[in-house]
């Protein structure tokens, strides 16, 4: 059926939709008594329903068991991560001993790094897109400068070629092969925060492995978003958040993925008592024994009331499922790319997608350049109730999440946008 730029067209489709009812178990902010139209899942996600009672959970056996809930609580907390760890397998297309849920975002980048960041030689060079997420510019130029490296020539950005935005798989093959024996890592966005570009992980890690470099990603932009699969992909390690499109909650925590390969080589890491073989964690003793899974990598002890959150999001993940996620994540966003064509074709306004078309290289967010109108814009659809967001210097993003998004959004956000261009 051609897409049609109708009410009773987006209504049709969402009637349709076998996902439609993970929508009621959202919180959405309100503007004018009705529900915001919220496009900015790729930078918080709203709020499970189920968030309250799983914190008040935790809460309550606190208060009812002080110290000893760490074993006796509904939920243990000593044990809080491995409740998570079947879900983010499923999530990230990993086997079970390669996830865990640890830390922070970037501390991740960190920690994962201080293992497979190994400058020794004329091998010192991390390669990775043009304007990655700045924290990770930031982790990659710290660690250049902390093993005495340079970043103005050791960190290499490939480029789009002239008059484009997004990069070419070929290209960024050859950047590898041109680094070759310099390379030290490769380490991309899954999904770039700025164009919407999805890289291809697998092409990226076969080429870095060739010429003897280790290949990770950021997945804060993936996770939750691409169907992964990173054991498949035969990705070395990778790092994400929870908070974007896994809807658990402002700096709640992040997740980390070692292939298994790794697992047990005694790998240089940073130890910490939670990376500690936990059968004996409780000796206290003086020499580390790492977990012979990627909870080696851990440090520090379960955030539980982030992983309250954490698990209802996931739970909601494992009944919609990855794949009839990313299904309707494709039909929707191909009909936003649709509604944005109708709108520029209908005001004669320029509105430029940089997102590349070939859903394989896309995830649901679509970036657009307003040509001749910049942020004011921006300004005019939030003060209609559009909540999407703007990336200096000249980029809208707009993310219609398939967990609770519908094509009659999509459609009102096209029907925002027109009278906001025409006015």
Same mark, same amino acid.
């Given at each position: 059926?051609?897409?049609?730029?109708?009410?009773?067209?987006?209504?049709?489709?969402?009637?349709?939709?076998?996902?439609?009812?993970?929508?009621?178990?959202?919180?959405?902010?309100?503007?004018?008594?009705?529900?915001?139209?919220?496009?900015?899942?790729?930078?918080?996600?709203?709020?499970?329903?189920?968030?309250?009672?799983?914190?008040?959970? &935790?809460?309550?056996?606190? @208060?009812?068991?002080?110290? $000893?809930?760490?074993?006796?609580?509904?939920?243990?907390?000593? =044990?809080?991560?491995?409740?998570?760890?079947?879900?983010?397998? /499923?999530? +990230?297309?990993?086997?079970?001993?390669? +996830?865990?849920?640890?830390?922070?975002?970037?501390?991740?980048?960190?920690?994962?790094?201080?293992?497979?960041?190994?400058? =020794?030689?004329?091998?010192?060079?991390?390669?990775? $897109?043009? /304007?990655?997420?700045?924290? %990770?510019?930031?982790?990659?130029?710290?660690?250049?400068?902390?093993?005495? !490296?340079?970043?103005?020539?050791?960190?290499?950005? *490939?480029?789009?070629?002239?008059?484009?935005?997004?990069?070419?798989?070929?290209?960024?093959?050859?950047?590898?092969?041109?680094?070759?024996? &310099?390379?030290?890592?490769?380490?991309? !966005?899954? +999904?770039?925060?700025?164009?919407?570009?999805? #890289?291809?992980?697998?092409?990226?890690?076969?080429?870095?492995?060739?010429?003897?470099?280790?290949?990770?990603?950021?997945?804060?932009?993936?996770?939750?978003?691409?169907?992964?699969?990173?054991?498949?992909?035969?990705?070395?390690?990778?790092?994400?958040?929870?908070?974007?499109?896994?809807?658990?909650?402002? !700096?709640? *925590?992040?997740?980390?993925? *070692?292939?298994?390969?790794?697992?047990?080589?005694?790998?240089?890491?940073?130890?910490?008592?939670?990376?500690?073989?936990?059968?004996?964690?409780?000796?206290?003793?003086?020499?580390?024994?790492?977990?012979?899974?990627?909870?080696?990598?851990?440090?520090?002890?379960?955030?539980?009331?982030?992983? @309250?959150?954490? /698990?209802?999001?996931?739970?909601? #993940?494992?009944?919609?499922?990855?794949?009839?996620?990313? @299904?309707?994540?494709?039909?929707?966003?191909?009909?936003?790319?649709?509604?944005?064509?109708?709108?520029?074709?209908?005001?004669?306004?320029?509105?430029?997608?940089?997102?590349?078309? %070939?859903?394989?290289?896309?995830?649901?967010?679509?970036?657009?350049?307003?040509?001749?109108?910049?942020?004011?814009?921006?300004?005019?659809?939030?003060?209609?109730?559009?909540?999407?967001?703007?990336?200096?210097?000249? *980029?809208?993003?707009?993310?219609?999440?398939?967990?609770?998004?519908?094509?009659?959004?999509?459609?009102? #956000?096209?029907?925002?946008?027109?009278?906001?261009?025409?006015?």
């Amino acid at each position: 059926m051609k897409p049609e730029n109708t009410l009773a067209y987006a209504q049709a489709q969402d009637a349709n939709d076998p996902l439609r009812a993970f929508r009621s178990e959202f919180h959405f902010p309100q503007h004018g008594g009705n529900d915001v139209l919220y496009f900015t899942g790729n930078s918080l996600g709203l709020q499970p329903k189920a968030a309250a009672d799983a914190l008040k959970q &935790e809460l309550d056996d606190w @208060a009812r068991f002080g110290v $000893e809930g760490h074993f006796q609580a509904k939920h243990p907390w000593y =044990s809080y991560h491995e409740e998570l760890t079947a879900s983010l397998a /499923r999530l +990230v297309g990993a086997l079970p001993e390669e +996830v865990v849920a640890m830390n922070q975002l970037t501390s991740n980048l960190h920690f994962l790094m201080v293992s497979f960041y190994r400058p =020794s030689g004329k091998r010192k060079k991390i390669l990775t $897109e043009t /304007r990655p997420f700045p924290s %990770d510019t930031y982790a990659f130029t710290s660690q250049l400068s902390f093993h005495g !490296g340079d970043p103005e020539t050791d960190l290499v950005e *490939v480029q789009p070629r002239a008059g484009e935005h997004t990069l070419r798989t070929e290209d960024i093959i050859a950047k590898i092969n041109e680094l070759s024996d &310099e390379l030290a890592l490769v380490c991309f !966005g899954g +999904v770039n925060f700025y164009t919407g570009q999805a #890289f291809d992980m697998a092409a990226i890690t076969k080429a870095a492995h060739a010429v003897g470099a280790y290949a990770g990603f950021d997945l804060a932009h993936a996770a939750g978003n691409l169907h992964l699969k990173l054991h498949d992909c035969n990705v070395d390690f990778a790092c994400w958040c929870s908070y974007k499109y896994l809807n658990s909650g402002p !700096g709640s *925590v992040a997740g980390a993925f *070692v292939h298994q390969r790794h697992l047990g080589q005694q790998l240089p890491l940073f130890a910490g008592w939670w990376g500690h073989d936990k059968n004996e964690r409780f000796k206290m003793e003086r020499t580390f024994k790492p977990m012979p899974t990627a909870e080696a990598w851990q440090v520090s002890n379960a955030p539980v009331f982030s992983m @309250a959150v954490h /698990r209802v999001a996931l739970e909601q #993940f494992d009944r919609a499922g990855i794949a009839n996620l990313r @299904a309707k994540s494709e039909q929707l966003t191909a009909y936003l790319a649709f509604i944005i064509a109708e709108v520029a074709k209908s005001t004669g306004t320029h509105l430029e997608v940089i997102t590349p078309s %070939d859903p394989a290289q896309r995830g649901c967010q679509l970036s657009i350049l307003a040509h001749g109108h910049g942020k004011a814009l921006f300004n005019r659809i939030t003060e209609r109730g559009v909540i999407a967001d703007w990336r200096e210097p000249n *980029v809208i993003r707009v993310a219609p999440v398939p967990m609770y998004n519908s094509f009659e959004d999509v459609w009102r #956000f096209g029907q925002i946008l027109t009278e906001c261009l025409a006015a």
